[in-house]
């Protein structure tokens, strides 16, 4: 088994050798990544926010409307019982 391991040590080097650049090049292809995924969603963030400006407006414009629309239909429903 030692003269195995002893083998193996040899062709691959020390293991926290090993450890670190494959922490090193796991640790870069991962921020690589989660820099592109976080421009992406920065990017869809801001077009969705354009896309949807006139939600707030209409969200106060609506319902006054329907409203509105509410207090007329009975208002003629009133005047068919005069």
Known sequence: MLVRWSR???V????SEQDSNAFNGF???VESVLRDNTSQFDAD?????DRLAWLRP???VLPLIAALMVLWGLQLRINEYR
């Not at 963030?45 to 926010?49: G, I, V």
């Open 45 to 49: 963030l801001s077009a969705a926010q």
């Open 12 to 15: 691959v080097g020390s293991p």
């Open 58 to 60: 209409g969200l106060v």
């Open 27 to 29: 640790n870069l292809a």
């Open 8 to 10: 193996y040590a040899a």
